[in-house]
Nanobody, 125 residues
């Protein structure tokens, strides 16, 4: 059973930075596709960034150039580095894990079967 625990959320002013962590257990993180998603009040959950078990990471257009996803295999942890934050980035952020994920499905909620509880990110203007 794969378990995911997010941390690192908080409140920051626009233009600031945060780094989210997703600690995984129940398998080796490098064998899985791990994605970051977010959900704002009243909105659907959306894919932000995904790091596959091999190949290049995938980013939503809204975060390209500002967010970076990477993993530390020794710690079985995936990180989401968020820079130049905007008020519209405010949301609950979730990490999720799957087996191999085709690139075209890497930001789809339905691709992922394991989810963490989320960590809140609030960006003020």
């Amino acid at each position: 059973q794969v378990q995911l625990v997010e941390s690192g959320g908080g409140s920051v002013q626009a233009g600031g930075s945060l780094r989210l962590s997703c600690a995984t257990s129940g398998g080796h993180v490098w064998t899985r596709c791990v994605g970051w998603f977010r959900q704002a009040p009243g909105k659907e959950r959306e894919g932000v960034a995904t790091i596959p078990s091999y190949g290049m990471s995938v980013y939503a257009d809204t975060v390209k150039g500002r967010f970076s996803v990477y993993r530390d295999n020794a710690k079985n942890t995936v990180y989401l580095e968020m820079n130049s934050l905007k008020p519209e980035d405010t949301a609950m952020y979730f990490c999720a894990a799957a087996g191999p994920c085709p690139r075209e499905d890497a930001l789809r909620v339905a691709t992922f079967g394991y989810w963490g509880q989320g960590t809140q990110v609030t960006v003020s203007s």
